[in-house]
């Protein structure tokens, strides 16, 4: 998506502008992030509102070392000769990686690079008076995991020394075989800081 790149773009280099205009302050032990996440898969153009994310950074005065874990799910039915046929898809995701952080005011900014896994599974079910006219039956179950990969941005709006409201976006590469499928991420979440306050 075009419009992602300018985003991650864009606060990519305010993180790093607020890096260097600020002066160098202690250590932070960290934060955990948690909150609602958003996916959106390019490939099959269908978005997965329900979703989650739960996040954890060591930090020190500019750069962190973060770990993210993330599921997404969604269900779709369909009926035919009075059998509906349900495909549950769920995705989780398990990425680190370094993260470059600055600030400005009550505004934190973050630019990121993360690694991982991606976790695909897939359940088919039926049910209805028509399963016997189904053949073959539709039914089971499949999964996948592949290697990930995710640059992404993000900003947080302090709520006092402990806490903040982050909003964050990132473009993750999931490769199959030979191909690379995109997926647009969004996620919204609550920071409690550890450690110093900002």
Not at 4 to 10: E, G
Not at 86 to 113: C, D, E, K, W
Not at 139 to 149: I, K, L, P, V
Request: glycine share 14%; hydrophobic share 40%.
């Amino acid at each position: 998506m075009r419009v992602l790149h300018r985003v991650v773009l864009t606060l990519g280099s305010l993180g790093l502008i607020a890096v260097f205009a600020q002066p160098v302050r202690a250590a932070d032990a960290g934060d955990i992030t948690a909150g609602y996440s958003y996916l959106y898969e390019n490939a099959a153009s269908t978005g997965f509102p329900a979703g989650w994310f739960l996040s954890a950074a060591a930090i020190n005065d500019v750069f962190a070392f973060v770990g993210d874990v993330s599921g997404h799910y969604k269900s779709q039915s369909f009926s035919f000769n009075g059998v509906t046929e349900t495909l549950s898809i769920n995705i989780y995701t398990f990425m680190a990686g370094p993260r470059v952080i600055g600030h400005s005011g009550p505004l934190g900014f973050y630019g990121q690079f993360l690694l991982g896994a991606q976790r695909l599974s897939v359940t088919t079910s039926e049910s209805g008076p028509g399963i016997g006219t189904i053949s073959p039956p539709v039914g089971g179950s499949a999964s996948d995991t592949e290697f990930c990969y995710a640059p992404g941005a993000g900003v947080d709006v302090g709520l006092g020394d402990n806490a903040a409201v982050r909003v964050g976006v990132s473009e993750r590469f999931i490769h199959f075989d030979s191909t690379t499928q995109k997926e647009f991420q969004l996620q919204l979440g609550f920071v409690y800081r550890l450690g110093a306050g900002r």
